[in-house]
């Protein structure tokens, strides 16, 4: 099962709103890493953290924010949400060279 | 720069016939590769990688993967497919010569196993 959870599952929101979708692990794990994916289809890098107070951007331009305040703990934010954010929120979390863990994902759509 | 690919968009097999999903890659140093999965609104679950050692790869689910030095290909394959191998596949690597634990996913293979 997960150790990695992602709130909320599914969240319809208007344009204009701010929003944040949390990512959560209990593995200690040091590198976490935010996804964007269309349903279907190939996987993004949007951000990425090898460490507390560590961010990046990652290979897909994004106007999401992150933070990483604590190790388990790796927060998403929209300030203004557009009808062209809506799409699938991956958050996935690994170890060195280990393999990534994901989470289910968060289903944004705004409307 | 570091690529993956997966020529098919979709795999079609019959059930208790073996698959295969094809992936080719490109990258500096020696490749760190991995398979995952995804069921629909699920994220994506580790199937199986390749590090070092020997070139066939045994993982999740009875699938297996070969590595191909020579052919820079990682197919993943699987003797007798289930229905409830239907699933999103993708095909990521991480380039050997850096530690830097970002994976380049494939555009994903969907495979659509009939009964």
């Known amino acids: 099962e997960a150790d990695i959870y992602q709130t909320p599952r599914y969240l319809v929101i208007g344009t204009g709103k701010k929003i944040t979708l949390e990512c959560s692990q209990t593995m200690g794990h040091d590198k976490m890493y935010w996804y964007q994916q269309d349903p279907g289809m190939e996987l993004h890098l949007i951000h990425y953290?090898?460490?507390?107070?560590?961010?990046e951007k990652g290979d897909l331009s994004s106007e999401s924010t992150v933070s990483r305040i604590r190790t388990e703990h790796f927060p998403l934010t929209l300030e203004s949400a557009r009808p062209s954010h809506t799409s699938q929120y991956l958050c996935?979390?690994?170890?060195?060279?280990?393999?990534?863990?994901f989470g289910n994902g968060t289903r944004l759509t705004v409307t | 720069a570091q690529s993956v690919a997966q020529p098919e968009d979709q795999v079609n097999v019959a059930e208790g016939n073996p698959l295969t999903v094809k992936c080719t890659y490109s990258v500096s140093g020696n490749p760190y590769l991995f398979w995952y999965v995804q069921y629909p609104n699920r994220g994506l679950q580790f199937l199986l990688k390749?590090?070092?050692?020997?070139?066939l790869v045994k993982g999740s689910y009875g699938f297996e993967a070969e590595f191909n030095k020579s052919q820079t290909s990682f197919h993943l394959k699987k003797p007798s497919a289930l229905v409830s191998d239907s699933a999103l596949y993708f095909c990521a690597v991480r380039g050997g010569s850096s530690n830097t634990g970002k994976l380049i996913f494939g555009q994903g293979t969907t495979l659509q196993v009939k009964p």
């Open positions: 390749y590090i070092t050692g020997d070139n």
């Open positions: 996935a979390s690994s170890a060195s060279n280990s393999p990534l863990h």
């Open positions: 953290s090898y460490g507390v107070n560590s961010t």
